[in-house]
């Protein structure tokens, strides 16, 4: 583990001349000539919690007291077509793996966001509805009165009540009050009877907000009461469910029966227990063909319509999932679903199927998905780590762009981006509601890598880090000063776009080469675990070798840019002294490319140089080189008297600044 600076801000010594009285504005005088440079993160009460308890450390790994809840799920759930309603029952057995006893149980139901009155971001549902309906509720055996007048909140505490009280559920997240507290190292189980109508309709606006085509295909998410996550840093996560942000959830074992009429197909994560049950002899063998080669194979197709069939005979069939080890889990069905599968290869674990299935109206979306979703789960496998899932569906449907265990909503337009979602927040599970820039812009990031490999050409970060430039200054973005769930109109760029224009500036700190073996590094580490941003940090700065803390303040808890300059370059007796400026309060490293004349004396070598070609050279200084505080650093090269014709300040374009025409000399 690298040695932390613990200073909060570096201070700078002030001149006799700066301290001289001026006719500038305070503010106007500190940015024309010295600026302070803060070193560190800022550690707020729950990660020093963390640390002081030792779940948590400066290695950016688990710690040795980690621990996190887990929950396994049995349901049971039928589709009403008719009406557009699950009905459901389900078992939940919460595991406290935590050190202390828990007084109240936080559940999940996002479904009230469709009711009337509900509490929303930008999110508009396709209709309003009853919400998830809850008609019967025990803990450990012990019926909740439901009907009852709804009691206070009790929040993380460890307070019981006399009987099971429950309130909010008109919310999307409600609070159970225990008569008994679930100890430490203990299992309890809660038995949930409810209803939930599926929205639908062309007036929906964001992710899941319309769950269903008509009568004739469904697509549910967030469908069933969920224990909401328990745990080292925050307790309970209690945020709402407001739309535009996602989620946190635990990782568990589902069970899952899901009974639809006859003819009708059901896909979803996890294996499918009882194919001998519910699905014709033609389909079953012809799914025993999908891991010999990477050809499309028909299971189900077009006019193989209704009981007997798309499927086996009968009225209405249950079809029976099991997923181990995931932390969510999904489905579709359809009267009409074409089904067709292929499959990836991943590195040092082989075939794993891929199934589709999707409208035949809507087939010319699905005809480049499966090779797409080939190469998406191949090359993030040989990127991250072997993809971790059995299998791999997509979905057709109305909510196209998300993303669950084993499964994408998705057609061939985001089928990269989905899958790559099986890492980050299927494997590493990042609480996406408060910190969504560990799972969207990391995906974004990787987005860029799968991309230029499909192409057979090589990634190129460069110039992503100075664009932020344009953008820098917004105070709605900052992703650690604004959680995800409440970031509003800076939800998408402060989510999706930073992370990777952050990294691209990394890359031009360290090497994208080693970013990527330091992320790699990082996913086996947090593997079915929670990182938090402090854990990403420290482990980074670790593997890289460097305290990079300045890095990621001002990249996560700030607006800043660098804004640099060539502001004067002289050159006396074959040594150039080039005058750099930083006009914003983000400090970078000093790159310089120097291009000489083609003709002239010999180049002399440099210990901070490397030759480019025979006449261009790179010259880096540290970043270091600002930690005195001043705007101006004179970068001084001696390479002889080999005439230089021009010469370029950051030339990768690897950090923020609005104006890059003021990074060449001579200017013109």
């Known amino acids: 583990m690298i040695l932390r600076i613990t200073l909060f801000i570096l201070l700078v010594t002030i001149t006799a001349a700066s301290a001289q009285p001026s006719n500038l504005p305070l503010r106007k005088a500190l940015e024309t000539s010295s600026r302070s440079i803060r070193l560190d993160v800022p550690m707020t009460n729950t990660i020093r919690n963390a640390f002081k308890a030792g779940t948590r450390d400066f290695s950016g790994k688990p710690g040795p007291n980690y621990w996190q809840l887990e929950a396994d799920y049995t349901i049971n759930a039928s589709l009403d077509t008719a009406t557009q309603t699950i009905t459901g029952s389900e078992k939940i057995s919460m595991h406290n793996n935590s050190k202390g006893n828990l007084g109240t149980i936080v559940l999940r139901l996002d479904h009230n966001i469709f009711r009337p009155l509900a509490q929303r971001g930008a999110s508009v549902p396709a209709e309003t509805t009853d919400g998830m309906v809850l008609t019967s509720l025990k803990v450990a055996g012990q019926e909740a009165a439901l009907s009852a007048a709804e009691a206070p909140r009790r929040g993380n505490n460890d307070n019981t009540a006399s009987k099971v009280t429950i309130s909010g559920l008109t919310q999307t997240v409600a609070f159970i009050n225990l008569a008994e507290p679930v100890k430490a190292g203990t299992t309890v189980e809660l038995e949930i009877e409810w209803h939930t109508k599926l929205p639908g309709g062309p007036n929906g606006l964001g992710h899941r907000m319309t769950q269903r085509f008509d009568n004739k295909l469904f697509q549910p998410t967030q469908w069933y009461p969920r224990l909401a996550k328990y745990d080292d840093l925050l307790g309970w996560e209690t945020s709402p469910y407001l739309g535009p942000s996602e989620f946190y959830n635990n990782f568990g074992k589902f069970d899952v029966r899901i009974t639809v009429p006859g003819g009708w197909i059901v896909s979803g994560t996890g294996l499918l227990q009882n194919p001998n049950e519910v699905l014709t002899e033609t389909a079953r063998q012809r799914l025993s063909t999908v891991l010999n080669s990477d050809d499309e194979v028909t299971i189900v197709g077009a006019t193989e319509k209704g009981p007997g069939k798309s499927t086996a005979p009968g009225d209405k069939l249950t079809w029976h999932f099991v997923a181990d080890r995931v932390n969510d889990f999904v489905w579709a069905s359809a009267e009409n679903f074409v089904w067709k599968a292929t499959r990836a290869t991943i590195p040092g674990k082989g075939a794993v199927p891929i199934h589709m299935v999707y409208l035949p109206e809507r087939a010319e979306l699905f005809e480049h998905a499966g090779k797409i979703s080939r190469h998406a789960l191949e090359f993030y496998s040989a990127l991250w780590?072997?993809?971790?899932?059995?299998?791999?569906?997509?979905?057709?449907?109305?909510?196209?762009?998300?993303?669950?265990?084993?499964?994408?909503?998705?057609?061939?337009?985001?089928?990269?981006?989905?899958?790559?979602?099986?890492?980050?927040?299927?494997?590493?599970?990042?609480?996406?509601?408060?910190?969504?820039?560990?799972?969207?812009?990391?995906?974004?990031?990787?987005?860029?890598?799968?991309?230029?490999?499909?192409?057979?050409?090589?990634?190129?970060?460069?110039?992503?880090?100075?664009?932020?430039?344009?953008?820098?200054?917004?105070?709605?973005?900052?992703?650690?000063?604004?959680?995800?769930?409440?970031?509003?109109?800076?939800?998408?760029?402060?989510?999706?776009?930073?992370?990777?224009?952050?990294?691209?500036?990394?890359?031009?700190?360290?090497?994208?080469?080693?970013?990527?073996?330091?992320?790699?590094?990082?996913?086996?580490?947090?593997?079915?675990?929670?990182?938090?941003?402090?854990?990403?940090?420290?482990?980074?700065?670790?593997?890289?070798?460097?305290?990079?803390?300045?890095?990621?303040?001002?990249?996560?808890?700030?607006?800043?840019?660098?804004?640099?300059?060539?502001?004067?370059?002289?050159?006396?007796?074959?040594?150039?002294?080039?005058?750099?400026?930083?006009?914003?309060?983000?400090?970078?490293?000093?790159?310089?490319?120097?291009?000489?004349?083609?003709?002239?004396?010999?180049?002399?070598?440099?210990?901070?140089?490397?030759?480019?070609?025979?006449?261009?050279?790179?010259?880096?200084?540290?970043?270091?080189?600002?930690?005195?505080?001043?705007?101006?650093?004179?970068?001084?090269?001696?390479?002889?008297?080999?005439?230089?014709?021009?010469?370029?300040?950051?030339?990768?374009?690897?950090?923020?600044?609005?104006?890059?025409?003021?990074?060449?000399?001579?200017?013109?």
């Open 385 to 668: 780590a072997p993809y971790p899932f059995p299998q791999l569906t997509l979905q057709d449907g109305p909510s196209e762009g998300m993303e669950y265990p084993m499964v994408i909503n998705s057609n061939q337009d985001a089928a990269d981006h989905e899958t790559a979602h099986q890492w980050w927040p299927m494997m590493l599970g990042t609480n996406e509601t408060r910190y969504g820039w560990m799972d969207e812009g990391f995906n974004q990031y990787m987005n860029i890598l799968s991309d230029a490999d499909s192409g057979g050409k090589p990634y190129n970060l460069d110039g992503l880090g100075q664009y932020y430039g344009w953008m820098s200054g917004d105070e709605n973005e900052a992703p650690m000063m604004w959680s995800a769930n409440d970031a509003g109109s800076g939800y998408r760029f402060q989510t999706y776009q930073k992370a990777p224009l952050m990294l691209s500036m990394l890359g031009g700190i360290v090497g994208d080469q080693a970013v990527i073996n330091a992320m790699k590094k990082y996913t086996a580490a947090w593997a079915y675990k929670h990182p938090s941003p402090w854990d990403y940090i420290f482990f980074m700065n670790n593997e890289l070798g460097q305290d990079l803390e300045w890095f990621w303040y001002y990249w996560l808890w700030t607006t800043e840019s660098v804004d640099g300059s060539i502001q004067d370059v002289k050159t006396t007796s074959g040594k150039t002294t080039v005058t750099i400026q930083q006009a914003g309060q983000m400090p970078s490293p000093v790159v310089l490319k120097v291009e000489f004349e083609a003709a002239g004396p010999v180049i002399k070598t440099l210990p901070n140089a490397k030759m480019i070609d025979a006449t261009t050279a790179e010259v880096t200084w540290p970043v270091s080189v600002w930690f005195d505080g001043k705007r101006t650093f004179d970068a001084e090269m001696n390479f002889g008297k080999r005439k230089i014709k021009k010469i370029t300040f950051d030339p990768h374009g690897r950090f923020p600044d609005a104006n890059s025409d003021d990074n060449v000399w001579p200017q013109k």
